[in-house]
């Protein structure tokens, strides 16, 4: 939400991302029933693996490095080097 801490952004991101599994994994639970008898753990990796297969792969710094280069008048290729790395790091 607007103007929250970050640390309260997080805390609001997992909360949701928490309920929307959960709520996804109520649905499953209660399919028709005819049908493929998956375990919850089955359930919960099939999701899992879902979501995986959408992210991204990991960014190649050299070519963020050729694409936006540390210029001053260029602020904000710093902004994408710095959150190219961020994100590598949380994905490995």
């Known amino acids: 939400a607007f103007g929250m801490h970050e ?3 997080i805390t609001c ?3 949701e991302a928490l309920k929307l ?3 996804i994994l109520t649905v499953s639970a209660k399919g028709s ?4 008898g998956k375990s919850y753990e089955q359930q919960c990796d099939a999701i899992a693996e879902g ?5 991204p792969e ?3 710094l050299d070519v963020v ?3 936006f280069p540390t210029m001053y008048e260029e ?3 710093t902004v994408v080097k710095q959150e190219a790395l961020r994100y590598n790091t949380l994905l490995n």
């Open 75 to 77: 602020s904000m290729n």
């Open 7 to 9: 640390n309260c952004n």
């Open 58 to 60: 990991i960014f190649e």
């Open 51 to 55: 979501i995986l297969a959408k992210v």
């Open 13 to 15: 991101a997992q909360n």
């Open 33 to 36: 029933g005819g049908g493929e």
């Open 65 to 67: 490095e050729a694409n």
């Open 21 to 23: 599994l959960e709520g």
